[in-house]
């Protein structure tokens, strides 16, 4: 199994300022095909997941661009450029090379 | 656009075998891949298994013994069976649609992400 590790667990932020969470893989998320398949996502509370970052960077449709994924092989990074209220939540990085494994998530909170 | 439905029943005994459906509106489940997760009290999201419109599936390996899933095109549905339930199968159970990207660079293949997601249904086991 590929097992993901998130970091922090818990994220305190402020409006208008960036925020940043780590993943990390237990091997390369890069298929043969030269893509990492690496998917982010948010689950507000209360709410079904959503998707905001497929493939490692690209970003869902209507997902503001103020969320960004970076990374490649097993170190991948979600950034928030300048958080807003109606970010806060908990989100998941989730690999899909393998069937399917999940982050345990971070938590996301205004100060 | 597209919805998903989950239901069955909240409450259900140990040992026994949970059934549960989604219904697909706004859309056709033809040619899409459809997943079952789902997600433990307090804790992460959970890849059940998955089908394919015209029957294909794969399973989460440590689930697969006791998992099953089936696709009703004509009711524009697809369903999730799990046996030999315990208390640590209980859950909020979720159906999602994934929908494919071929791939810029590599046209051959197609990506299949996760683009939505039922609002999810809590199933308790207990006696």
């Known amino acids: 199994d590929i097992v993901m590790t998130q970091s922090p667990l818990s994220l305190p932020v402020t409006p208008g300022e960036p925020a940043s969470i780590s993943c990390r893989s237990s091997q390369s998320l890069v298929h043969s095909n030269g893509y990492n398949y690496l998917e982010w996502f948010l689950q507000k509370p209360g709410q079904s997941p959503q998707l905001l970052i497929y493939?490692?960077?690209n970003r869902a449709s209507g997902v503001p661009d103020r969320f960004s994924g970076s990374g490649s092989g097993t170190d991948f990074t979600l950034k928030i450029s300048r958080v807003e209220a109606d970010d806060v939540g908990v989100y998941y990085c989730m690999q899909d090379l393998q069937d399917r494994t999940f982050g345990q998530g971070t938590k996301v909170e205004i100060k | 656009q597209v919805q998903l439905q989950e239901s069955g029943p909240g409450l259900v005994r140990p040992s026994e075998t949970l059934s549960l459906t989604c219904t697909v509106s706004g859309g056709s489940i033809s040619s899409y891949y459809w997943s079952w997760f789902r997600q433990p009290p307090g804790k992460a999201l959970e890849w059940i298994g998955y089908?394919?419109?015209?029957?294909?599936?794969k399973y989460n390996p440590s689930l697969k013994s006791r998992v099953t899933i089936s696709v009703d095109t004509s009711k524009n549905q697809f369903s999730l069976k799990v046996s030999s339930l315990t208390a640590a199968d209980t859950a909020v159970y979720y159906c999602?649609?994934?929908?494919?990207?071929?791939?810029?660079?590599?046209?051959?293949?197609?990506?299949?992400?996760?683009?939505?997601w039922g609002k999810g249904t809590t199933v308790t086991v207990s006696s």
């Open positions: 493939l490692g960077s």
């Open positions: 089908i394919y419109s015209s029957g294909t599936t």
């Open positions: 999602a649609r994934h929908t494919a990207y071929q791939l810029p660079m590599a046209p051959q293949y197609n990506y299949h992400y996760l683009d939505v």
